[in-house]
Each structure stands twice: as structure tokens, then as C-alpha cells.
């Protein structure tokens, strides 16, 4: 038995439909189940939440592998990003551990670290550390910024278009190696069906698109797909830091975009070794462009 979390995000319900098909049995931890919309039949339900550990330890009976996909750039009302990315993801090792898992697969990000000027990348170099340090034989992937046609990146970017100008959060200048949530669940497919090697139990990769592009350039390209190609208007970092502050005081779980999540646009997230390790597994990520349909 498979535990994935996260398997309503991008990656994770792409990785799902794979699951599903090849027939593997998968147990999701959820917090709502319709949100898994039809694979909801296919596979078993454990309720859970991240800002809730004990929940893990039923979710985990049986379950030899583990998908950790399930993450928050947000504080939420039960717990904050510190806790949704790090201790969560220290408990779920730890109770892993207990429950006799084989193989824990985690998702990190690149520029995870514990000097990161967000707190986001900061909390997933924590998740990270807990991983490498438990006893459980693991994967790692770190990708860099991940897009599927029709997410919540683009589908805000679409409404922004209706304006006559865009507005971008600072000069939008830190850059991004884009990769699509179908490669990395492909990556992860590959990841899963790796024999054990002793000599190399472990693995961490890092998931790059094959193009690099500011911030500034991946909205418009998001924006040509949309048929709505629009000049950007730059906010300066301060204003847009108070201004999201004060919508999320304002509009708390409902804001469309917090400073948090702002804030991670400026900051880069590359590979020097490119689309190295997803070739490796076997995948040749897509161009954004191309995914989306931008001429
Ligand atoms: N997207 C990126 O640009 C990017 C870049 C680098 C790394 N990553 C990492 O890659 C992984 C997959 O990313 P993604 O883009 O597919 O994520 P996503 O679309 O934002 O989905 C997040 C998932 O986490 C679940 N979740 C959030 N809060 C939860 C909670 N309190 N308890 C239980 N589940 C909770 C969500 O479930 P609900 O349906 O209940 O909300 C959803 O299934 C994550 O670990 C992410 O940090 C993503």
C-alpha cells in the first residue's frame, strides 16, 4: 500500500491518474475527499491534515511507501507554514518509521535552505533535514517552480488580464527553471519503480524545465497563452508586501495571494544541472511555452 498526500495538488492528482492506471493501491490522506473527484472510488480515503499528526498513524497502517506531497505557502487557520512544511513532515518520518515504512519519497524545492529569506524554503530545508536523518530509506525531488495549464498561477493571471495593465510584485527578475507538474509526476513514477540499490539507497533530485525565465517573462508567457498579452505594471517590493499584509488581514483564507507567496517569486529557483536528473528517470520535461500553448 501506497500513502500519498497532497493528491489533490497539481502534482499530486497528476501523480494519482499515473497510480491508479498502473493499478498500484493507494491509500490518500485527505482533508476533503470530493476534492479527489473521480479517483475518489480508486483508492482508499484516510481523513487527515497536515496540522494534525496524530491523524498520520491510522493513514500509515500497512503502507509500505510514502509520497509526501501535500505542502502549504500559506499559513492556514490550524497551523503555520513552519508547521504545515516542517514539523509535519518531521512527525509523518517519525510515525513512518514506527509504522515499518520502506521507502519514503519527499518533495522539497530548490533553494531550500535554512537561510532563506522566506520562510517557506526555511521549513522545507527543516522537512528535508528530517527526512535524511530518519533511518527510512528516501527520495528526495526538488523542483523549481511547478505549473499546470488551468492552476491557481494561471488562472490568477488570467483574471489580472481583464485589468489594462498587470501588476507584478516587485521587478519580477529572480529566475525559475518552470517544469510541469505532469514531468514531475512522471519523475516520481520513475522514482518509485527504481530497483533498490544497495550502494545507492538514497537518491535527491533536483526537477528543472528545460528553458530558465525571470519571474517577469513567465507571465508573459502565461498571458500570450491567454490570449491576452498586456503591459506589466512593477509594484515596488514594500508596497506590495503591505498591501498583500493588509488583504490577507482583511480577507484571511480567501486572499488570492499572500506575501508569502509573493515573496518566493523573488527568489531564484535553479539547477545548474538543468533537466540532467529528470532525463535520468527517463522524462524530458516540456517547454512552459509549449505546455500552455503560448506561440
Ligand atoms: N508548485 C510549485 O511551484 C512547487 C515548487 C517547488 C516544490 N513544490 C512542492 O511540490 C509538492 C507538490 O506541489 P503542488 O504544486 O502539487 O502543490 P499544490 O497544488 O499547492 O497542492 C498542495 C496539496 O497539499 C494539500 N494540503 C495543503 N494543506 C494541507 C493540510 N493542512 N493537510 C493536508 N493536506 C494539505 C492540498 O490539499 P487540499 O486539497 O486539502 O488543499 C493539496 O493536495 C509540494 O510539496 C510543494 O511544496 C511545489
Known amino acids: 500500500m501506497l500513502l500519498l498526500t497532497g493528491a489533490t495538488g497539481r502534482v499530486g492528482s497528476a501523480l494519482l491518474r499515473r497510480l491508479t492506471t498502473a493499478r498500484v493501491p493507494v491509500r490518500c490522506l485527505v482533508r476533503d475527499p470530493r476534492r479527489l473527484g473521480a479517483e475518489r472510488v480508486r483508492v482508499q480515503i484516510a481523513l487527515g491534515d497536515l496540522a494534525d499528526p496524530p491523524s498520520f498513524r491510522n493513514a500509515l497502517r500497512g503502507?509500505?511507501?510514502?509520497?509526501?506531497?501535500?505542502?502549504?505557502?500559506?499559513?492556514?487557520?490550524?497551523?503555520?507554514?513552519?508547521?504545515?512544511?516542517?514539523?509535519?513532515?518531521?512527525?509523518?518520518?517519525?510515525?513512518?518509521?514506527r509504522a515499518g515504512v520502506e521507502h519514503f519519497?519527499?518533495?522539497?524545492?530548490?533553494?531550500?535552505?535554512?537561510?532563506?529569506?522566506?520562510?517557506?524554503?526555511?521549513?522545507?530545508a527543516l522537512a528535508e533535514q528530517?527526512?535524511?536523518?530518519?533511518?527510512?530509506?528516501?527520495?528526495?525531488?526538488?523542483?523549481?517552480?511547478?505549473?499546470?495549464?488551468?492552476?491557481?498561477?494561471?488562472t490568477l493571471l488570467?483574471?489580472?488580464?481583464?485589468?489594462?495593465?498587470?501588476?507584478?510584485?516587485?521587478?519580477?527578475r529572480a529566475h525559475f527553471q518552470p517544469i510541469w507538474?505532469?514531468?514531475?509526476?512522471?519523475?516520481?513514477?520513475?522514482?518509485?519503480?527504481?530497483?533498490?540499490?544497495?550502494?545507492?539507497?538514497?537518491?535527491?533530485?533536483?526537477?528543472?524545465?528545460?528553458?530558465?525565465?525571470?519571474?517577469?517573462?513567465?507571465?508573459?508567457?502565461?498571458l500570450q497563452a491567454a490570449g491576452r498579452p498586456r503591459p506589466l505594471l512593477p509594484v515596488p517590493l514594500?508596497?506590495?508586501?503591505?498591501?498583500?499584509?493588509?488583504?490577507?488581514?482583511?480577507?484571511?483564507?480567501?486572499?488570492?495571494v499572500t506575501w508569502d507567496e509573493a515573496e518566493l517569486l523573488e527568489v531564484p529557483m535553479t539547477s545548474r544541472r538543468g533537466t540532467a536528473d529528470a532525463e535520468r528517470l527517463g522524462v524530458a520535461p516540456k517547454r512552459l511555452a509549449a505546455v500552455l500553448g503560448a506561440t
Open 63 to 97: 503502507v509500505t511507501t510514502v509520497v509526501h506531497l501535500a505542502a502549504s505557502l500559506r499559513d492556514q487557520p490550524r497551523g503555520s507554514i513552519e508547521e504545515l512544511n516542517g514539523i509535519a513532515t518531521w512527525r509523518l518520518v517519525e510515525a513512518a518509521e
Open 105 to 124: 519519497v519527499f518533495t522539497s524545492a530548490l533553494g531550500a535552505s535554512a537561510h532563506n529569506r522566506t520562510r517557506f524554503l526555511r521549513a522545507k
Open 130 to 154: 528530517a527526512v535524511v536523518e530518519s533511518g527510512l530509506r528516501h527520495t528526495i525531488v526538488a523542483p523549481s517552480i511547478v505549473y499546470a495549464p488551468g492552476d491557481k498561477l494561471t
Open 158 to 172: 488570467g483574471h489580472l488580464a481583464l485589468l489594462p495593465v498587470v501588476p507584478l510584485s516587485g521587478r519580477g
Open 181 to 222: 507538474a505532469d514531468d514531475v509526476a512522471d519523475c516520481l513514477m520513475a522514482a518509485l519503480d527504481r530497483p533498490v540499490d544497495p550502494e545507492h539507497r538514497d537518491l535527491r533530485v533536483e526537477l528543472a524545465g528545460p528553458d530558465v525565465h525571470s519571474y517577469e517573462e513567465i507571465v508573459r508567457i502565461v
Open 238 to 256: 514594500g508596497i506590495a508586501a503591505r498591501g498583500l499584509r493588509l488583504t490577507e488581514a482583511l480577507m484571511k483564507s480567501a486572499a488570492p
